[in-house]
């Protein structure tokens, strides 16, 4: 079992800047894939941006330029940088991680609430 924790939501202005943290740890094989999903209100859980252990990172195009995904593969951490936050990233953010032992398995985090307002 791989476990997650997350760290770093909260309130902020429009505007404003947040970083997400999720830090994974227990019976880890290999982590292929860390990545962080939202989910708002009535709306369908979302891929934000994700990073595979061979370089292949990506974003939604929402938040491309204001968003930057980090991972530091000896700590087995990932990091979100949010800056210039709008309302429309308030969300639930989750971390994801994919652990290729045998067999692969998603894991996922508790959730990060990310409320962004004046």
């Known amino acids: 079992q791989v476990q997650l924790v997350e760290s770093g939501g909260g309130l902020v202005q429009p505007g404003g800047s947040l970083r997400l943290s999720c830090a994974a740890s227990?019976?880890?094989?290999?982590?292929?894939?860390m990545g962080w999903y939202r989910q708002a209100p009535g709306k369908q859980r979302e891929l934000v941006a994700s990073n595979t252990i061979d370089g292949n990172t990506n974003y939604a195009d929402s938040v491309k330029g204001r968003f930057t995904i980090s991972r530091d593969n000896a700590k087995n951490t990932v990091s979100l940088q949010m800056n210039s936050l709008k309302p429309e990233d308030t969300a639930v953010y989750y971390c994801?991680?994919?652990?290729?032992?045998?067999?692969?398995?998603?894991?996922w985090g508790q959730g990060t609430q990310v409320t962004v307002s004046a």
């Open positions: 227990g019976s880890i094989f290999s982590i292929y894939f």
């Open positions: 994801k991680v994919i652990d290729m032992g045998l067999p692969p398995r998603d894991y």
